[in-house]
């Protein structure tokens, strides 16, 4: 057996590496979905399409509407991703009232300053200061206040979905029986990943020079895990009285409805919907399984 100062290291290392790949995941899963589908009718910038057919936005809108979660997948840098968003939260909004908006992009600890920045008790500079916005995240927030903004003007509430990454190295490390339910916001054990989630974060993994590390893929996997519970069990929480709980994610946690969605079912949420943005490229569009329906935008 290592030595234990050499297992933390591996440890602190995989952790480090799920919250840097957390972030680059999004880019890696656009850059490798495939295969993609020709289609007889090219799409349209502005459309939904749903096994590979054209949806209207009433039909996409009223079924995501009566889901228990819908889940936005989004490329964290991408402005047209955050603006789709925007527009299908208000889309949503229209159809339900009992709304609840989820955010990645916050640990728990914000959720006093998220609270009474929709109780317009904040204004954008203390939000930022109270949340440490740049500390927790670090994309730029300008992409998002449109949507705080919106949640605040509507109303609706904002929860915070993620956990710190301390914690999530306490939960990767020691393990669940180690950390008290308390400390670790009564987040269970998440369901083990599929195999084809496995080989997914197997790739993201390798995309970094770490070696033949069996012990730090593993830690690392189990960090997403970790994150994907986390983030699950908290929309189950904001879904338990029957609102509708719409969670803004990362596009790794959605593709594939085996991310978030997946440790949603272990929770017995199983009225989930999975919507992801989609950019027209030679009129191809992303095989059937990878999002419940795709919204198309204007190629760059």
Not at 5 to 17: E, F, P
């Amino acid at each position: 057996m290592k030595p234990l100062a050499s297992r933390l290291n591996a440890t602190a290392a995989a952790i480090r590496l799920s919250t840097c790949c957390a972030h680059l995941h999004a880019a890696l899963v656009v850059a490798s979905l495939m295969p993609v589908t020709a289609v007889a009718s090219c799409p349209s910038p502005g459309q939904w399409w749903q096994a590979q057919q054209p949806l209207t936005n009433a039909e996409l809108l009223a079924s995501a509407s009566q889901q228990q979660v819908v889940l936005l997948g989004e490329q964290h840098d991408q402005l047209a991703h955050h603006r789709w968003q925007l527009h299908t939260l208000a889309g949503l909004h229209a159809l339900r009232d009992d709304m609840v908006i989820g955010l990645e992009m916050l640990p728990r600890s914000a959720q006093p300053a998220l609270d009474a920045w929709v109780a317009d008790e904040l204004d954008k500079a203390t939000l930022l200061e109270q949340t440490q916005w740049d500390d927790a995240w670090g994309f730029d927030s300008a992409l998002y206040m449109p949507i705080l903004e919106f949640a605040r003007m509507a109303k609706i509430p904002l929860v915070a979905l993620n956990i710190t990454p301390d914690l999530r190295q306490r939960l990767v490390n020691d393990g669940w029986e180690s950390v008290p339910a308390a400390e670790r916001h009564a987040i269970p054990q998440p369901r083990e990943a599929s195999p084809a989630y496995q080989t997914r974060l197997t790739d993201v993994f390798n995309q970094h020079d770490m070696g033949d590390n069996p012990e730090m893929l593993e830690r690392f996997i189990q960090a997403q895990l970790t994150w994907d519970v986390a983030m699950a069990q908290r929309l189950s929480e904001a879904a338990e009285d029957g609102a509708l709980a719409v969670g803004l994610m990362g596009l790794g946690h959605v593709t594939y409805n085996e991310g978030v969605a997946h440790q949603l079912a272990a929770l017995g949420i199983n009225a989930t919907l999975s919507l992801l943005p989609w950019q027209m490229s030679h009129c191809e569009l992303p095989e059937t399984a990878l999002a419940d329906a795709v919204y198309i935008l204007a190629d760059d």
